[in-house]
């Protein structure tokens, strides 16, 4: 983050935390290079393992604090799945399960200082819209054949005004992955940035006694307030991808209004 | 004078880009403002509404996103 320029002055980018870069050596970022970012998104994986199986290896009808919030976790996505895409959506609950999981950790691990966030980056989010938007485009045709078309097609609307809205529903429909990545990666960037852009005002004091001896504590005070805000939004943004993933699939599964 | 003009002219529409971003804050407080009256007025129905108001809020959001993402292209696409 902190990088030494011209030997003399402390030059500190905001950004930089967001650089891609290889875990070993110094070669150039590949297809198959294992980078920071590979690093953190397995620690991820881990994490969320650790958490679901190791907590729920040894059942105790009187949980203990891990087992209770592995136990939580599940009862609430389930219960999201349910109340948003209905009773026949549950078959489609572990895929929804997992990107929640993943999102979550990867949000919170990226909040640790000196870490990496992996889900600030549009390609990684891209790749799960993406997935979630061909699936559930499939999967919308496989249960109701042309009939999904039908998710287009406002009944309840008046007749002239359908094709309008048609056409309206059309490009909203092929604008819900990128809507739906970029949210994450941008509130994700954005609020990391910020953090960043305070941190850098943070050390004046060491560059002027003056007006250091105000910003420091005031920068020092921000961090702390947004850094505060920084994990309620992770979760947020986790939970607001979850259920729209489960909007879409109550899209697929029952498309006419 | 030097430099490029598109350059330029790209950098300024991105700063105006970022205008649409006040757009999304005020419907998203409009969305969560009208929520949290309601729900005043009926705190039993509140609870099974807020995925709902989620919904709502990441609906209006998203055009806030659009704009961002116009001035990410003008950054770096144009």
Redesign the interface.
């Known amino acids: 983050m902190a990088s030494e320029s011209d030997g003399k002055e402390l030059v500190f980018h905001p950004m930089d935390q967001f650089i891609v870069k290889p875990l070993f050596g110094d070669g150039p970022v590949g297809l198959f290079t294992i980078t920071n970012v590979t690093m953190w998104m397995v620690l991820s994986i881990l994490c969320i393992i650790g958490l679901l199986v190791l907590s729920t290896s040894g059942k105790k009808s009187v949980p203990t604090r891990m087992q209770s919030i592995a136990e939580l976790a599940y009862g609430f996505i389930r219960k999201?799945v349910e109340?948003?895409a209905g009773k026949d959506a549950l078959p489609y609950f572990p895929y929804i399960m997992t990107l929640f999981m993943f999102i979550v950790f990867s949000n919170f691990l990226g909040l640790i200082p000196g870490s990496f966030t992996t889900t600030s980056h549009i390609a990684v989010t891209a790749v799960m819209a993406m997935a979630v938007f061909l699936a559930v485009t499939i999967l919308g045709f496989v249960k109701n054949g042309l009939g999904f078309l039908g998710v287009f097609w406002i009944s309840s609307a008046p007749l002239p005004l359908r094709p309008i809205l048609a056409l309206i529903e059309v490009i909203s429909y092929f604008?819900r992955p990128?809507?739906h990545s970029?949210?994450l990666a941008?509130n994700m960037m954005a609020g990391h940035a910020v953090i960043k852009v305070f941190a850098a005002f943070a050390p004046m004091v060491l560059i002027s006694t003056g007006i250091g001896l105000v910003v420091t504590p005031l920068s020092i005070l921000a961090i702390t307030a947004i850094y505060a805000l920084e994990v309620l939004v992770s979760f947020?943004q986790a939970?607001?991808f979850t259920?729209?993933t489960c909007?879409y699939l109550k899209d697929a599964l029952h498309p006419h209004h | 004078m030097e430099g490029d003009v598109v350059q330029m002219g790209a950098y300024i529409g991105a700063g105006l880009a970022c205008t649409g971003m006040g757009g999304a804050a005020v419907g998203v407080g409009h969305v969560v403002g009208n929520f949290l009256s309601g729900a005043l007025r009926n705190p039993s129905a509140a609870g099974g509404q807020t995925a709902t108001m989620f919904i709502g809020i990441a609906f209006s959001e998203a055009l806030g996103i659009f704009s961002f993402l116009v001035a990410l292209l003008l950054m770096f696409a144009v």
Do not use: K
């Open positions: 999201m109340d948003v604008v990128v809507s970029i949210r941008g947020i939970y607001v259920i729209l909007v």
